[in-house]
């Protein structure tokens, strides 16, 4: 099987080292290339990898120790938009998870460093417990056709039909193509899809309870919210690396192509948010969605050298949410730590 190396242009096709592999490398020499897939943590090429790893592993929890009796009790009482908001997140987020166990392994193959290796599969893992998350508030606080309805949304809210078929893109056209540039795009669209997406869901069950409502669900939101942290801060190292050692990629082109994606990311968020909410979900009025919206996703793609999508949306329009939603409140979570240093270490001026 031939090998690229680790200087392959960015349309070559990225290709895999056989299984076994004995004249491969000690230490692979990049994050993609030649590769014995040998996983020695000890002195391995990518140290953040492993601090990376070991933190995903300690945060490891059971969907089923978080009690929904209250959450059962409580959903029924809630106003209509708040229980239709709720079940169309769930539906979007449901699709969203699913994906994201089965898209990390695919990536995963690619990867020289074992250790990297290892976070996508560990994130993938994870995907698993957050699907076990929906299933379980689901089975806890509605009946079953509505569960199998709301199991459905994904291909059968017209919205989110449209919405999915377009996002899932990069992700085809990797597995269809799979190019350096496919893969670093489908890196960048995962940071959209765990730190845009996730995140503005999230402010639904946030924002109830922040009325001490549904705070059995919230509980589950922080947890998985605290996951998705790890999987952004991934795929935010996995691009600083491939700058490092690709520098050729980041093209003027391709920062154009991702910040006119994530640009179209935040404004098909903004659309299924207000169409969800209809301005009348109490504590999110639309100025307020598409605000959130808009300030995160250039939180999200700064780190990249992308200018602001949003050069207006310069403040967090609901620091609240943020507080609502961290399980440690006033630590820094590992990607914010990230940013700052990647911004720190790191010129991106030529990006
Ligand atoms: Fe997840
Ligand atoms: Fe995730």
Redesign the pocket.
């Known amino acids: 099987m031939s090998l690229h190396s680790s200087s392959s242009s960015s349309s070559s096709s990225l290709t895999r080292s056989p299984l076994f592999h004995p004249d491969g490398p000690t230490r692979p020499a990049g994050l993609l290339g030649p590769t014995t897939y040998l996983l020695e943590l000890t002195g391995c090429r990518y140290p953040w990898a492993d601090a990376l790893y070991r933190k995903m592993r300690d945060f490891y929890w059971k969907p089923d120790d978080v009690n929904l009796v209250a959450d059962h009790a409580q959903f029924d009482r809630l106003a209509p938009i708040e229980r239709s908001a709720f079940l169309n997140t769930l539906g979007f ?1 449901i699709y ?2 699913s994906i ?1 166990i089965q898209n990390p392994a695919w990536l995963s193959q690619y990867i020289a460093a074992p250790e990297v290796a290892a976070c996508l599969i560990t994130q993938a893992f ?2 698993t417990i ?2 076990q998350s929906y299933d379980h508030l689901l089975s806890s606080i509605v009946d079953g056709p509505t569960r199998e309805a709301t199991y459905q949304l994904w291909r059968q809210h017209p919205l989110l039909v449209a919405r999915n078929a377009e996002l899932v893109q990069p992700y085809e056209r990797f597995h269809r193509d799979p190019t350096l540039e496919h893969f670093a795009t489908l890196c960048f669209s995962d940071v959209l899809l ?1 730190g845009v997406y ?1 995140w503005s869901g999230f402010t639904i069950f946030l924002t109830l309870a922040l009325r001490n409502q549904m705070t059995g669900t919230a509980q589950l939101i922080r947890q ?1 919210r605290r ?2 942290q790890q ?1 952004l801060a991934i795929y935010d190292q996995m691009i600083r690396t491939l700058r490092h050692e690709q520098p050729a990629l980041f093209t003027e082109k391709l920062v154009a192509e991702w910040g006119t994606l994530a640009r179209t990311a935040a404004d098909h968020e903004i659309a299924w948010m207000t169409a969800i909410t209809e301005g009348q979900f109490p504590g999110l009025p639309l100025s307020h969605v598409r605000r959130y919206i808009a300030w995160i996703t250039n939180i999200r793609v700064r780190p990249f050298g992308i200018p602001d999508p949003f050069p207006d949306a310069t403040q967090d329009p609901m620091p609240w949410l943020e507080r609502m939603g961290d399980m440690n409140p006033g630590k820094a979570d590992f990607f914010e730590q990230a940013v700052v240093n990647y911004q720190d270490d790191l010129d991106f001026g030529t990006i």
């Open positions: 987020l969203l998870d994201q994870f995907e957050h699907a765990e996730f998985i996951d998705e999987h």
